[in-house]
């Protein structure tokens, strides 16, 4: 199972930027996809953005879409999520993810096996 951490959330207000960035502790090319979900309180965790580690084509949740940019080090081992307008509603813990195997092409939280501990973004004023 791989081991992942999180870094580089923190508050940031409406209109501001973050960039999280995910340290897998093997290679993430054995994977078809690395994700980014959230959690914010009271709701079921969602996928804010996954990609293919074969091609680089990503997946995008609707509300992020033009705002963030996920994207993998050439290495394979890191993946980093650009969040540039922020907005209030982006404020959750956000978790990085690998799949429950080697197949999974989805974003779907239930496909993934494998979750960081966790990274708070807030966004306010």
């Known amino acids: 199972q791989v081991q992942l951490v999180e870094s580089g959330g923190g508050l940031v207000q409406p209109g501001g930027s973050l960039r999280l960035s995910c340290a897998a502790s093997?290679?993430?090319?054995?994977?078809?996809?690395m994700g980014w979900f959230r959690q914010a309180p009271g709701k079921e965790r969602e996928g804010v953005s996954c990609i293919s580690s074969s091609d680089g084509s990503a997946y995008y949740l609707d509300s992020v879409k033009g705002r963030f940019t996920i994207s993998m080090d050439n290495a394979k081992t890191t993946v980093h999520l650009q969040m540039n307008s922020l907005k209030p509603e982006d404020t959750a813990v956000y978790y990085c993810a690998a799949p429950k195997n080697l197949y999974v092409s989805s974003c779907a939280p239930e496909d993934f096996g494998s979750w960081g501990q966790g990274i708070q973004v807030t966004v306010s004023s």
């Open positions: 093997k290679f993430t090319l054995d994977y078809h996809v």
